[in-house]
């Protein structure tokens, strides 16, 4: 890595965090021996009933059906990566192979000569780690469990037992993230309490060996590992989390680790520090904001409960999830990487919209609600034909019958780093009749295509005014790190007008927002020094055909047309182009955009169709 990504990683630290690297660094020449030493010792297996699974009789029909599709997929090794991309990833899976490019990495390596971030032949560790967070395992055994298939669940200990032999403690790519460790432990509990449903000797025997040469050295090295200080973001969370879950069903890790409570209490400061006062994921990640809320669920479940305040600040984080996420059809704002906690939705493609039924105790939730029991009290549906604001945030939404408008004010992310952000200021989403028409253009890949995910987190990729010269400021300096942020936005939001505002390079930049019944009026005002640019992208499936000197008609076979119509007073030049979009993670797209460059004001009214 360059000496600028180091210089600015060094800046991002506090003196004690530093010092902290430091001895970390110097730990890391002992810890294969260190996990050598845990994985020898004397391990007392007794275990709780926690996760406490369901009643089988309270199945619904269409879960047990899907499990047995998915399950029969799984074991032949085809897995869908990232819940879309058909792979062939073997069985028992090639535990070190890139499945996307067929790359493999040396699983001899000590895990502390191994650079995650830069692979050979441009190899990327999250598709890597995809396969090796074991839900396909806790999928096997849900299958096994509820439909009295036990081969499946001896296949799963078979290849769990495979991934212990090729997947030495300390050695390969697997060993490299704390947080997929954490994944792999909660997977692991679950896991362990679905064999043990099944009251089968045999399998109860093998998994008393498999827990032995799983639970300690995984929790051990987690803790021993956990992150801090500038990288304490939602790998924080999922490693206390797991350690939560693990410690309750396993009593005997607290004489290694700490009382499940005692880390129980770190979770809960981190909900705090993590989760706004408004509920939302200070990440500024709409997936993520999932996925760190999921993880301390469970972790609360397991424990039984959090303080009152973290209780309450979880709650606002659902209610936030609810307002915010519009499903099925989502484009997230931020990074966004698919990840899942554990396999409990009926279909992972459609996980939001689940989580958000849930959450709203629908007949679409219902799945969720046999495996997690009743979502957190007080979760309303999203207002409508209102701008509901959470000012702190930066996240405004608007819904009524039509139209569904989500205007982003954010701050650029959470802490120093800043890691999942992306540069989505002013940036307005919309969506008709759930349908997304406007959207924000995902986020590629995380290693393997940087060149790629620096575009579309950049300012041009959003549809908030930049200047034809561009910004210079921030700049990303790796994969998750970011020199410095912008200034904070202004979000005003009051009945149907919503206003966003912006002070960058000397100037002040204004959005209002503007939903009436039967259309969407934005209107930018950037002054009259600099010419700028607005870029709408929309979602692929969508043509655009120019109608008139400033109109332009989109088409969506499953919609009726949008007209969309240009308004300024000074207006230089438009176009219809095509861009670049990421639907899903490591899924690559293009769909047309509609590019504007003005100064002074432009307004843009987006209009169904008489």
């Known amino acids: 890595m360059s000496l600028g990504w180091y210089m600015q990683r060094l800046r991002a630290m506090s003196p004690s965090e530093i010092a902290r690297r430091l001895m970390e660094r110097l730990a890391r020449s002992s810890e294969i021996a260190s996990l050598r030493r845990i994985s020898r010792r004397p391990w007392d297996g007794t275990f709780a009933d926690v996760p406490r699974l369901p ?188 350690l939560v879950m693990a410690i309750t069903r396993w009593p005997a890790l607290a004489r290694m680790i700490r009382p499940a409570q005692h880390v129980a209490q770190l979770l809960e400061r981190e909900i705090l520090q993590q989760f706004a006062s408004d509920g939302g994921n200070k990440e500024q990640a709409l997936h993520y904001h999932l996925f760190a809320w999921e993880m301390c669920w469970h972790a609360g479940r397991a424990v039984g409960g959090f303080n009152a305040e973290a209780v309450e600040r979880l709650a606002k984080a659902a209610q936030f999830f609810v307002d915010v996420v519009e499903a099925p059809d989502c484009w997230d704002f931020g990074d966004s990487d698919d990840a899942q906690v554990l396999p409990l939705p009926l279909k992972r493609t459609n996980a939001a919209a689940e989580f958000r039924g849930w959450l709203l105790s629908r007949g679409d939730g219902s799945v969720l609600r046999f495996w997690l029991g009743e979502p957190p009290k007080g979760v309303k549906p999203a207002m409508r034909s209102k701008w509901l604001a959470h000012e702190q945030s930066g996240q405004a939404v608007w819904r009524d019958a039509r139209w569904t408008v989500r205007a982003d004010a954010s701050p650029l992310g959470l802490g120093s780093m800043a890691a999942h952000g992306h540069l989505d200021a002013l940036h307005v989403s919309l969506w008709f009749e759930q349908h997304a028409l406007i959207i924000d253009p995902g986020t590629g890949a995380y290693y393997s295509s940087p060149a790629l995910r620096a575009r579309l987190a950049s300012w041009e990729a959003h549809n908030g005014p930049v200047p034809v010269t561009g910004r210079s400021s921030p700049m990303r300096m790796g994969a998750f790190l970011w020199a410095n942020h912008h200034d904070r936005p202004d979000l005003e939001a009051c009945d149907d007008i919503c206003v966003l505002s912006f002070s960058t390079d000397g100037s002040r930049i204004k959005r209002a927002v503007h939903v009436m019944q039967d259309h969407v009026e934005i209107c930018d005002d950037v002054g009259h020094e600099k010419t700028h640019v607005v870029t709408w992208h929309l979602a692929p499936g969508w043509r655009v055909v120019q109608e008139r000197k400033n109109g332009f008609v989109c088409h969506h076979a499953d919609s009726i047309p949008i007209h969309g119509t240009l308004n300024g007073d000074a207006i230089e030049h438009w176009e219809i182009m095509e861009c670049e979009a990421s639907p899903r993670f490591r899924e690559l797209a293009t769909s047309p955009a509609v590019s504007i460059t003005f100064r002074g004001t432009l307004t843009t009214i987006w209009r169904k169709s008489v």
């Open 55 to 242: 009643w089988r009789d309270r199945v619904p029909p269409e879960l047990r059906k899907q499990l047995a599709v998915d399950a029969e997929r799984l074991m032949r090794g085809e897995w869908d990566m990232f819940g879309w991309k058909s792979v062939e990833v073997g069985a028992p899976p090639c535990w070190h192979r890139d499945a996307t490019l067929g790359v493999v990495i040396d699983p001899d390596i000590p895990a502390r000569k191994l650079d995650h971030r830069h692979l050979e032949h441009g190899a990327d560790a999250r598709s890597i780690w995809e396969i090796n967070r074991w839900s396909e395992m806790t999928r096997m055994a849900m299958h096994s469990a509820l439909n009295g298939d036990v081969h499946a669940i001896r296949v799963s200990q078979l290849w769990l037992e495979d991934w212990c032999d090729r997947n030495t403690p300390g050695y390969g790519i697997n060993w490299t993230s704390p947080l997929e460790a954490a994944l792999r432990l909660m997977n692991f509990c679950w896991f362990d309490a679905l064999v043990r449903g099944c009251n089968d000797p045999e399998l109860a025997r093998r998994q008393d060996e498999l827990t032995a040469r799983i639970v300690p050295v995984h929790a051990g090295w987690i803790w021993r590992r956990r992150s801090f200080g500038s990288s304490a973001n939602n790998h924080l969370i999922g490693e206390l989390s797991a």
